[in-house]
């Protein structure tokens, strides 16, 4: 049974770069034809969609985020990866890691909260 | 950028009630639709995906529907499980926006 688990800091200082990882166990990462996806959702609002990097290493981010966002993969971990830079309050949210399976996230995170604050 | 419109943004309903939720694509996307289910605290869970397929382990009392632009999630007896808030979302192309989701609640 595949399981994701986001890790990370839970506070971040406005301006500074926000830094979460998600360990994959039960697959490898490596494995192709799947998406490694990140999504937020800000206290009690809905989904938003971040972006997700191909097995191949392709990259796509939500257009509102691209200039602050890199999301990468660690083979070696079997872990990927998730670098929101220049947070604001705004950025405050659950983040969750997810796979995809042509753009179906079929497997999630428990989801882990990032709040922003001085 | 396709944008999804849910409605209703909220519902009540009761237990053993039939509900549908709609989800409309501001250009067609085919049938590349999931729906999602989230409860409080909880990360989403798949039920539906290509708009029609009923995701493994998932109740058969959940259907959808749709392609092109229309699209809908129906529950055919509600349980007291089902209330929860549930997403739309695209993946005919980038980026895979959601819908801003509908929360069902008990009446």
Redesign the interface.
Known sequence: QLQLQESGSGLVKPSQTLSLTCAVSGGSISSGGYSWSW?RQPPGK????I??IYHSGST????SLKSRVTISVDRSKNQFSLKLSSVTAADTAVY?CAR?V?????Y????TLVTVSS | ?IQLTQSPSSLSASVGDRVTITCRASQGISS?L?W?Q?KPG?????LI??ASSL?SGVPSRFSGSGSGTDFTLTISSLQPEDFATY?C?Q?NS????????TRLEIK
């Open positions: 999504i809905g989904l938003e969609w972006g997700y796509y981010y939500n257009p969750y995809g042509q753009g179906v996230l079929d999630w995170g428990q989801g | 950028a590349a999931a999602y989230q909880k990360a989403p869970k798949l995906y290509d995701e997403y979302q993946f980038y980026p895979h926006f959601f819908g801003q989701g």
